[in-house]
């Protein structure tokens, strides 16, 4: 065996052992991907339509952790302050 044979079996068989390793994992979080965009897109179809969101009346117990969230994730963004005027915080 040359060296470039030995090269491409210790490349083959590191991708076997990611496999085994990863390859479930990153099934299942291209899958979560996969429908967290398609309800983005259906949520962005309804709003270009002019239809209401029907998730709306559903969140409406949840905005409390929503703005928390909401906080922290612009605080992370590197914004000092909320950027959207209606939601004071901070």
């Not at 590191?14 to 990863?22: D, I, P, R, S």
């Amino acid at each position: 065996m040359t060296s470039a044979d030995l090269r491409d079996l210790a490349r083959i068989v590191g991708e076997v052992f990611w496999g085994m390793a990863y390859g479930r994992t990153q099934r299942e979080l291209r899958g979560q991907a996969i429908e967290l965009e398609d309800l983005f897109l259906l949520l962005c179809y309804l709003e270009s339509v002019g239809l209401p969101n029907p998730a709306t009346a559903y969140l409406l117990e949840v905005y409390p952790l929503l703005l928390e969230e909401f906080h922290l994730w612009h605080r992370r963004m590197g914004a000092d302050h909320s950027p959207l005027a209606s939601f004071s915080c901070c």
